[in-house]
């Protein structure tokens, strides 16, 4: 199993910016994926996780500003970020939970990108 982000990069203060995570290797649908950033210095956290129905969750510091989806037929996970604050720069992973508990439990999710990183410049 892989998993593949892209999409990070530099943005300003009020940018936007769309990660994609591709996931190959599963032979079925993951029941639950999500997004999980960590910066320099702090522990990992929870972003946004959406289960196996499409339904969303997300942590409240970025509610109203990101949005997480799938499309099952390209294996692919996005999350788009929207009025970006220099508090979201971070290393964003996507990863995989198999179970599902579809929690912001970190050790249970099966499956981790390497990540992409993101600056948010003031």
């Known amino acids: 199993v892989q998993l593949v982000e892209s999409g990070g990069g530099s943005a300003q203060t009020g940018g936007s910016l769309t990660l994609s995570c591709v996931v190959s290797?599963?032979?079925?649908?993951?029941?639950?994926m999500g997004w999980f950033r960590q910066a320099p210095g702090k522990e990992r956290e929870g972003v946004a996780l959406?289960?196996?129905?499409?339904?969303?969750t997300y942590a409240d510091s970025v509610k109203g500003r990101f949005t997480i989806s799938k499309d099952n037929n390209n294996n692919t996970l996005y999350l788009q970020m929207n009025n970006l604050k220099p508090e979201d720069s971070a290393m964003y992973y996507c990863?995989?939970?198999?179970?599902?508990?579809?929690?912001?439990?970190?050790?249970?999710?099966?499956?981790w990108g390497q990540g992409t990183q993101v600056t948010v410049s003031s």
């Open positions: 990863a995989v939970d198999l179970i599902p508990t579809c929690g912001w439990y970190t050790p249970a999710y099966n499956y």
């Open positions: 290797g599963l032979t079925y649908s993951t029941p639950c």
């Open positions: 959406i289960d196996n129905d499409g339904s969303a």
